[in-house]
């Protein structure tokens, strides 16, 4: 589909009432409350695929907010542990506070990191635009001085990805890679389809030979088979790297990764802030708009 035709859907999708944009995201989003995405959880636990919970909500303006976020999050690791689903947490540093108070935000992220470790739990810093790349790598080196159970999310078509894997290989830690969904310039992010799939390659196969553990986050299936390959190729055991994809996104696929043995994440997103979050990812990256209307209308 043309870049055109998926901003004149963008234009489209932002003048339907909430009910219809609530109708095509639902499959992409739990529920607004949390029995919602324990609800979902579980049901993926079944077919022994498990879960990473988010929050939805990004980039807060007050102090408040990001506690209160901080204060979901924390029931949401009570509620895992009570109910026992197999899920994780994912958290987005805007969220508790990365633009108006780093040390602030620390404080809110180790919070949330020693409830995870009192119930034996991980959470996961989804990575946002470039703006907060280099300080949600600070974020992660500050909060695993104290606690090893975080880990963080790289970008595959930024061109500094590579260094900061390097860099961050040091402190020993665990990734989720995956392309990345922010408009980036050209300046500093691949563009071309299959450059971003090279550099995607080449940033897993550093990872699996320093031996980190990888959430390797794609549905493309040239990615799935190439890093099958790798993984084959370097006897990486079942213990160091799992794949994951988001909630809704090519099930078939999903379930034949499941099939064949391989250990699977679904991210599992909820809350109240569905309507903007929906929207919001509709104007950063067009091509999920074009993803929506083939869902939608059955185009191909
Ligand atoms: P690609 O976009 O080429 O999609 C491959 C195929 O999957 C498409 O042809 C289509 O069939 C299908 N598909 C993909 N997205 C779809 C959609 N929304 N609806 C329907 N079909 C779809 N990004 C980021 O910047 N920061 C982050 O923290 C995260 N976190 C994250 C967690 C997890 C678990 C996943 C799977 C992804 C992310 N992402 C992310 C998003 C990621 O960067 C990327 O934008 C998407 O995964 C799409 O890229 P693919 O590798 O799937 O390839």
Redesign the pocket.
């Known amino acids: 589909m043309s870049s055109f035709f998926n901003r004149l859907i963008v234009g489209v999708v932002q003048l339907m009432p909430k009910a219809t944009v609530r109708y095509f995201s639902s499959r992409?989003i739990a529920g607004e409350r949390l029995s919602d995405a324990v609800d979902v959880s579980k049901e993926l636990n079944k077919n022994r695929i498990c879960a990473?919970i988010d929050v939805l909500g990004e980039a807060v303006t007050t102090k408040e907010e990001a506690v209160q976020a901080k204060n979901e999050c924390l029931k949401v690791l009570e509620a895992v542990s009570k109910f026992r689903v197999d899920a994780n947490l994912?958290i987005?540093p805007t969220q508790f506070g990365l633009s108006i108070d780093e040390e602030f935000c620390l404080q809110q992220v180790l919070e949330i990191a020693e409830k995870a470790a009192k119930v034996n739990n991980f959470i996961?810093?989804?990575?946002?635009?470039s703006p907060y790349t280099t300080k949600t790598f600070e974020l992660l080196k500050k909060a695993r001085k104290q606690y090893d159970n975080i880990g963080v999310?790289v970008?595959?078509?930024l061109h500094r990805t590579y260094d900061d894997v390097v860099e961050l290989n040091k402190i020993g830690t665990n990734y989720?890679l995956?392309?990345?969904?922010?408009v980036e310039p050209a300046s500093i992010a691949y563009k071309g389809?299959q450059e971003i799939r090279d550099n995607?390659l080449k940033i897993l196969d550093l990872m699996l030979k320093n031996g980190n553990y990888v959430?390797i986050?794609?549905?493309?299936?040239y990615?799935v088979n190439a890093a099958k390959e790798l993984i084959a190729r370097y006897e990486i055991p079942k213990n160091k790297f799992e794949f994951?994809?988001?909630l809704?996104?090519?099930e078939d696929?999903r379930d034949k990764i499941a099939a064949e043995g391989y250990k699977i994440?679904?991210?599992v997103p909820f809350g109240e802030h569905w309507y903007k979050y929906s929207i919001r990812?509709l104007q950063e990256?067009p091509?999920?708009a074009g993803?929506?209307f083939?869902?939608i209308f059955g185009v191909r």
């Open positions: 992409y990473t994912s987005k996961r810093l989804d990575m946002e635009d999310v970008q595959a078509y989720r995956c392309k990345g969904i922010y389809k995607y959430g986050a794609t549905h493309d299936l990615l994951q994809m988001l809704g996104v090519n696929l994440r679904i991210y990812r990256n091509e999920v993803h929506i083939k869902n």
